[in-house]
């Protein structure tokens, strides 16, 4: 029991009755209850929670793919709950934002070091040029925008029925009525604020359109005729007319009467004109005497759904990149933080001496491995000397005619699996990985360690560890017999040879 006001002795009611008793606000069923749900102080407990997934320690044995990994599964699911129901201020998302993006490029969430990616393309899908972390924003907008699907879907339920009630709209049997006035809600209110958005991408199909609003329901796909049309809604006698009362049928042909009040000039006239050609040019299916029914434009099976709602916003928010090769990147059995270095890799973004000076340090720009040149991304890869051996080695090994790029956007842009390259899959998805993964600790092992070894033992090591991938995640039927052969020639010549020798027997 809550006492609300002045209530005298609440434990003796509560004794009648039964029950506990407290004060609000208070959290039930993980909710807030008795606060305004615009005060930051009601995501007190997720921001706890928050923390808590970021204790100190997690730091010392995540890799960047592991706390990538933590981030996105574990993370971004805290807020989704409370998110379904209140709008959250946008201090709250920037402090849950900091927390994350701290996280991912320190390892801790209050140390901050060199975030290497800007924050927007993180939260970018893959497909994009992301990491495909939750944009907070965009998924609170997501789940509260499923409401106006249910409202519309779940006319017998008692929450719609309450809705309607408190907030009535005569005029539409699918949308609500404005929370303002003085029986708004605000939790209500910061819902309906997601309500143009939403109808910008679902759409009544009218069947006999017995119960839609023709003016103020959106059955046709994008557009709300009191919205696109004004000066003719005002001209109209029916401005709260349905589908069915303005439509007639007559000889199989459809017949449009607006029921026009005033004669229209000039712009208002254009609009008529405007209107009655999109009317004439619906397709025969959309008016039938079937019922109507409500169609989601972003899905294939017309059904609303909060991945695709989130796909819808987050794509018109988020900057992205237009055909990121993220399937070279991220289509691989590489560990995920060899394929997260190789998306830093892509976006110019790995701290060579080059990189580091761009960010203020001060230090001699030389190559470690040929010390002939500086330091940055396209030297240290594939122009040094060093390097360059090992990726001559690589190209005669998958069997590349001719001159390869030495650019990272280019090699990464030509290492297209099926069609460039004459091996069609397996070995090759994981190669660029272990290529550039075991320069980068070679170079690192050199500066940090003053140790070296000859680039025959660096390419050992790649070799070695595509064999290892492949054993570990389980995916050794993916690799062709003579990619398998070839490799193992570079591994093991000997042991290749007895496999090539037993295969030519037993056949």
């Not at 029914?293 to 294939?300: A, G």
């Not at 190559?367 to 990726?391: D, G, Q, R, T, V």
Request: charged share 20%; hydrophobic share 45%.
């Amino acid at each position: 029991m809550f006492p609300v006001g002045d209530v005298q002795n609440p434990e003796t009611l509560a004794g009648i009755f039964g029950c506990g008793w407290s004060y609000l606000p208070t959290i039930y069923l993980g909710l807030p209850l008795g606060a305004s749900s615009n005060s930051s102080a009601i995501w007190n407990n997720i921001m706890l929670r928050f923390q808590s997934r970021l204790d100190g320690w997690r730091s010392k044995f995540l890799s960047l793919g592991g706390r990538i990994i933590l981030c996105k599964s574990s993370m971004s699911s805290q807020p989704l709950y409370q998110f379904s129901l209140v709008r959250a201020p946008k201090t709250v998302i920037h402090k849950m934002e900091k927390m994350q993006r701290n996280f991912i490029w320190s390892g801790t969430q209050d140390k901050s070091k060199f975030h290497l990616v800007r924050w927007n393309i993180c939260k970018a899908s893959k497909e994009r040029g992301g990491l495909g972390v939750l944009d907070l924003n965009c998924m609170n907008s997501a789940l509260l925008a499923k409401w106006f699907w249910k409202y519309a879907m779940e006319p017998t339920s008692w929450w719609r029925q309450l809705i309607k009630l408190k907030f009535p709209n005569p005029s539409s049997t699918w949308r609500a009525g404005s929370s303002g006035g003085p029986l708004g809600c605000s939790m209500w209110k910061q819902i309906m604020k997601e309500e143009a958005l939403f109808w910008n991408f679902a759409y009544v199909t009218p069947g006999g359109g017995a119960w839609v609003s023709f003016w103020k329901d959106c059955w046709l796909p994008g557009l709300i005729l009191k919205d696109a049309y004004p000066r003719v809604v005002a001209a109209s006698s029916v401005p709260e007319a349905w589908v069915s009362e303005l439509i007639s049928f007559e000889n199989e042909s459809v017949g449009w009467d607006l029921h026009l009040s005033l004669s229209l000039r000039g712009g208002a006239e254009r609009e008529r004109l405007d209107l009655i050609q999109k009317l004439l040019l619906l397709p025969p299916d959309l008016i039938s005497a079937g019922p109507a029914k409500l169609i989601w434009k972003p899905s294939m099976s017309g059904d609303f759904s909060v991945k695709s709602m989130y796909t819808v916003f987050s794509h018109d928010r988020l900057p992205g990149i237009v055909d990121f090769p993220h399937k070279v990147v991220w289509d691989s059995f590489a560990p995920t933080k060899v394929k997260a270095f190789l998306w830093l890799l892509k976006h110019g973004r790995v701290l060579t001496h080059e990189n580091l000076k761009k960010r203020g340090l001060s230090l001699a720009s030389m190559c470690i491995m040929c010390k002939e040149a500086e330091e940055n991304i396209n030297h240290l890869f594939w122009l040094c000397p060093f390097s360059n051996k090992i990726w001559n080695t690589i190209q005669q090994m998958v069997e590349i005619v001719g001159p390869f790029p030495a650019h990272v956007d280019a090699v990464i842009a030509g290492w297209n699996v099926g069609s460039q390259l004459p091996w069609k899959s397996g070995f090759v998805r994981g190669l660029l990985h272990a290529y550039t993964w075991e320069i980068w600790k070679e170079r690192n092992s050199r500066i940090f360690q003053d140790k070296s070894v000859q680039w025959q033992v660096i390419f050992h090591k790649i070799c070695r560890s595509l064999l290892n991938w492949v054993l570990v995640t389980g995916t050794l039927n993916e690799v062709h017999r003579e990619e398998w052969l070839s490799l193992m020639q570079y591994v093991c010549p000997l042991q290749s040879l007895r496999i090539v020798s037993q295969s030519t027997v037993s056949g």
